[in-house]
């Protein structure tokens, strides 16, 4: 499979789990998770139509997603405790396995267009 390919189906699904964990967020917080959400669609729009520069920023925001999870201390007790089940599902999917599959995707898309690139200058 395509490395882009891979890049935007990974996008589609953190977009997909996000909106299935709106609902179950915190209300104070929904602004921010809307736009976190937004960021992901366009990232996966500019993925799709191959924008490279795209793929560089899939990388900074996987690891700030992963690091605001590991700090906010209510979701890390949803995911030790599994105190809400549904909920810390959603939190280690969405905030942990596909942010990392994002970023090894990302990585991939990236070092591929790099090769291209220089077997295409020699």
């Keep these: 499979m395509d490395a882009y390919r891979a890049t935007v189906i990974i996008l ?6 996000g909106i299935i964990a709106i609902p179950f967020g915190n209300p ?11 960021i992901f669609v ?22 700030l997603v992963m690091i605001g999870n590991s700090l906010a201390q209510p979701h890390v007790q949803i ?3 599994f105190s ?27 070092m591929a267009l790099k090769s291209k690139r220089l077997a295409t200058a020699t």
């Design 28 to 38: 104070k917080f929904i602004d921010r998770a809307i736009t976190l959400e937004l």
């Design 79 to 81: 995911m030790t405790t």
């Design 84 to 110: 809400k089940p549904l909920n810390a599902v959603v939190l280690i999917i969405g905030g942990y396995v596909l942010q990392v599959a994002l970023m090894y995707t990302s990585l991939r898309s990236i």
């Design 42 to 63: 366009i990232l996966a729009a500019l993925v799709w139509k191959r924008y490279s520069r795209a793929l560089y920023a899939c990388i900074p925001l996987a690891v």
């Design 12 to 17: 589609i699904f953190i977009v997909i789990v």
